[in-house]
């Protein structure tokens, strides 16, 4: 009897995973199933001068760790920005070193598959 009622909250743990999942690749965020490199956390990247801006995102569609070191490696990838992700929080803080249009940020953001809400100017 106990050992039937393990059984059966094991396959509704695994069910809800896999729901989840699915919901999220509906979303068209397929990191959690990709090929990019699964968990390959990005490099801490130094800018080469001071920072002179930094911006808040709100970004949509994150829903796990690749999510964020997706996000984080695409925005670093842009010269002159350095990020830090957060995917629980939906935020990216981002510092600049040079002025980088939003734009720019946001559509690097947005060719991975995620949507950006918001940017903000922080001090």
Same mark, same amino acid.
């Given at each position: 009897?106990?050992?039937?009622?393990? +059984?059966?909250?094991?396959?509704?743990?695994?069910?809800?995973?896999? $729901?989840? @999942?699915? =919901?999220?690749?509906? !979303? /068209?965020?397929?990191?959690?199933?990709?090929?990019?490199?699964?968990?390959?956390?990005?490099?801490?990247?130094?800018?080469?001068?001071?920072?002179?801006?930094?911006?808040?995102?709100? +970004?949509?569609?994150?829903?796990?760790?690749?999510?964020?070191?997706? $996000?984080? @490696?695409? =925005?670093?990838?842009? !010269? /002159?920005?350095?990020?830090?992700?957060?995917?629980?929080?939906?935020?990216?803080?981002?510092?600049?070193?040079?002025?980088?249009?939003?734009?720019?940020?946001?559509?690097?953001?947005?060719?991975?598959?995620?949507?950006?809400?918001?940017?903000?100017?922080?001090?």
């Amino acid at each position: 009897m106990i050992a039937t009622i393990i +059984i059966v909250v094991i396959v509704a743990v695994l069910a809800a995973i896999g $729901v989840k @999942r699915m =919901i999220g690749m509906a !979303k /068209g965020n397929s990191c959690c199933s990709s090929s990019d490199g699964g968990e390959f956390k990005p490099r801490k990247k130094k800018l080469e001068g001071e920072v002179i801006a930094k911006r808040e995102l709100d +970004i949509e569609g994150m829903s796990c760790i690749n999510c964020q070191y997706k $996000v984080e @490696r695409k =925005i670093n990838d842009i !010269k /002159g920005v350095r990020a830090h992700v957060d995917f629980k929080k939906n935020k990216a803080r981002v510092e600049m070193d040079r002025e980088v249009p939003d734009d720019i940020i946001s559509s690097a953001v947005e060719s991975i598959g995620y949507k950006v809400t918001a940017i903000r100017s922080i001090g």
